[in-house]
Each structure stands twice: as structure tokens, then as C-alpha cells.
Nanobody, 114 residues
Framework: QVQIMEYGGGLVQPGESMRLACAAS????????MGWHRQAPGKEREFVAS????????NYEDSVKGRFTISRINDANTMYLEMNNLQPEDTGVYYC???????WGKGTLVTVSS
């Protein structure tokens, strides 16, 4: 059974940092591109960042470039999203996905508010 789970959401103030983690079943992690998406209240889900199977290639949505860093540890079937200088517009539910197929976690809520 495929399992993908996100960890680390919560409430932070503007300008602060937060790290999200994603733990996935080995069958959908090892050898596959992974990614983070988010959905703000009242908006559609959008791409945030992705990382190649070996971690050598990363892509970011324009608004998070220079602030967010995606990484992975294949031996642990875990992916991370380090988020710095968070802003209110970063608020939303953050989802981990595997590009092995249509595999998604249930999401974790990140709220940036003073």
C-alpha cells in the first residue's frame, strides 16, 4: 500500500522559517521525481517545487525562488521543503507528491500570519 505523509506545518509569523518533511513508501520514492504543491484558501492547487530522483535537478515556482529549498534523502525515503522568509501569500495546504503516478499525501497546513 502506497503511503505518503507530510509533516511540519503550523503557524508562523511573516519573515520566519519552517521546514516541511514528506515520508513516502519506497515503491513511489526511490528512482522517481518528487514534488511539493500547495493550495491556498479559495484557489486551485499549484506547483511549488520538484526534485529529480537523484536530487541533482530542482525546479521552483517563481514566487518561491531564493526562499524555498527542496531536498531529499533517498536512503530514508524522505523529502524536505525548507521555507525561509515566509509571507502571508505562502499560506495554504502543502502537498507532497510522487511522479511515479498520481500519488499524493493528505497535506499539511501552513499559516503565515502576524
Amino acid at each position: 500500500q502506497v503511503q505518503i505523509m507530510e509533516y511540519g506545518g503550523g503557524l508562523v509569523q511573516p519573515g520566519e522559517s519552517m521546514r516541511l518533511a514528506c515520508a513516502a513508501s519506497g515503491s513511489v520514492f526511490g528512482g522517481y521525481q518528487m514534488g511539493w504543491h500547495r493550495q491556498a484558501p479559495g484557489k486551485e492547487r499549484e506547483f511549488v517545487a520538484s526534485i529529480s530522483w537523484n536530487g541533482e535537478n530542482t525546479n521552483y515556482e517563481d514566487s518561491v525562488k531564493g526562499r524555498f529549498t527542496i531536498s531529499r534523502i533517498n536512503d530514508a525515503n524522505t523529502m524536505y521543503l525548507e521555507m525561509n522568509n515566509l509571507q502571508p501569500e505562502d499560506t495554504g495546504v502543502y502537498y507532497c507528491r510522487s511522479y511515479a503516478g498520481n500519488y499524493w499525501g493528505k497535506g499539511t497546513l501552513v499559516t503565515v500570519s502576524s
